[in-house]
């Protein structure tokens, strides 16, 4: 009896996770249309003479179990100690790592421990990400400064905002108006590209619901009068508050092209350059997709049992050969995405010296940057000459906008001269650059978005089709959740559960966002 064919459409974190799935779980061969050249989505690694970028920046930590034991299957850790320690809820987790070789070879499939730092630089100053009222920073804001906060926090504490209708509302009940305008508004909205009144406050109660001025003083005092530990993953921690975190040594990329070897190794299908132009339907199922060779333009049928979509929204409704009725069709055609670009730039150094930070956000209004990574920081195998320091500058812009359209000189030029407009740099230290652009990066919280539930019913009335992953589900998961979808989706095939409301609850519903 020939095996029941599941045809996954994205080669990302989410795709690639349900292949691996229904290879170590299931008799159901997997198969992989991938529309680029390479695999991860945006959680790849571009490699550029050498050096490494990390798209976004992927920090490997989860309080999911299963996520963690998972990576540390594909990738294991390599560590001086023989095991890293992890606490939640009253209990503790030993995560075992494979130590440093003894004969000096090199090691490269495995995870590092690496540090977490991330910080905000406003008006040429340093501030802790998440913000806390520590002395330093009450002593870079000013007395007067901090009064306003602090009166402006309590008068939330006293007379919160009742119904949240917009991510400022959020915001401001967590940390007050006057701190939300100081710290959270400007690089929002950079990122966004408008007004936090007209972003809804869905986006902050999955990226950042516990986080508030209280937790974060209380992390500091934690942190400084409590004896450190190497602790990876807490569940009874906010996300941003977690000190070390696992990394895959050549970057993310490195996790995602091991899980495709393995895969093609245990008989599943990968095709890379194939983008799907035709989705096929019989009633309410699926029965075949047609595929496109992005380079020969040769168009390929796929059958399949089973149907996996990671791929936009958007492309995925207006694929289907079915009649969509037309409010389906405007949803899907109103929701936006939000692109982005990384300028690459090789530095002999940097002005300001001894930089440990991962991330810092650029909250100065004057530039368009959002954010820094610090390439170095995240791994040093990152960097081809320890001796050079490896920046990333990101840009975020809609696809075909002034900013998406500028030449890669005219982006260089713009991401030096910003840089050394904040103080960061100088010009003179610029060894090398590059422009790397990622469409669809970011699904919005507004245009059509709160319509979207009409979407889940549509989709989800074809039996075997699954939405998994962030672009699939038009949903700000992080590369856990994008995994728990995609495991989720592959058990409910095993079991034959052709419900997917357990997949539209991760990342709202589940333990993940619980506040203890």
Known sequence: MKNKKAIIIGGGPAGLTAAFEFIQNTDIQPLVLEKREYWGG?????????????????RFFSKSDVIMDWWCKILPILSEEKSIKISYQNKSKELNTIGFPSDGKNNDNVMLVRSRKSRIYYQKQFFDYPISLTPETVLKLGIFNTFLIGMSYLKRVAFPIKEEKNLEDFFINRFG???????????????????????????????????????????????????????????????????????????????????????????????????????????????????????????????????????????????????????ISEVSE??????????????????????????????????????????????????????????????????NDALWNKTEAEMKELAIKEMVEIGMINREDVLDSVVIKMPKTYPAYFGTYEKFDQIIDYTSQFENLFLIGRNGMHKYNNQDHSMLTAIQAVQNIKNGIFSKENLWSINTEQEYHEEK
């Open 42 to 58: 945006i959680s790849r690694t571009v490699n550029y003479k050498g050096n490494r970028i990390d798209i976004g920046g992927h």
């Open 177 to 327: 108006k006057k701190l939300y305008q100081t710290f959270f508004k400007d690089y929002t909205e950079k990122v966004w590209g408008i007004k936090c009144t007209e972003i809804s406050s869905e986006w902050g109660a999955q990226r950042i619901k516990g986080l508030s001025i209280r937790k974060s003083i209380a992390h500091f005092l934690n942190k400084k009068f409590s004896k450190s530990d190497k602790t990876v993953s807490q569940k009874d921690t906010e996300t941003s508050l977690i000190e070390y975190f696992l990394y895959p040594k050549f970057g993310p990329g490195q996790m995602w092209e091991e899980v495709a070897e393995k895969v093609i190794s245990n008989d599943g299908e990968l095709h890379q350059n194939l983008k799907v132009k035709e989705i096929k339907t019989d009633g309410n199922k699926i029965v075949s997709v047609i595929a496109q060779n992005q380079i020969t333009k040769e168009e390929i049928l796929f059958e399949g049992d089973y149907f996996i979509s990671t791929m936009p929204v958007i492309e995925l409704i207006s694929s289907l050969d079915c009649e969509v009725p037309e409010k």
């Open 334 to 399: 109103g929701l936006i995405y939000r692109d982005f670009i990384t300028v690459g730039l090789l530095l002999s150094k940097m002005k300001k010296q001894e930089i440990t930070d991962n991330w810092i956000y650029i909250q100065e209004p004057y530039v368009k940057v959002g954010r820094l990574q610090i390439f170095n920081n995240w791994s040093p195998f990152l960097v081809k000459d320890a001796n050079t320091t490896w920046v990333g500058l990101e840009y975020f812009c809609y696809e």
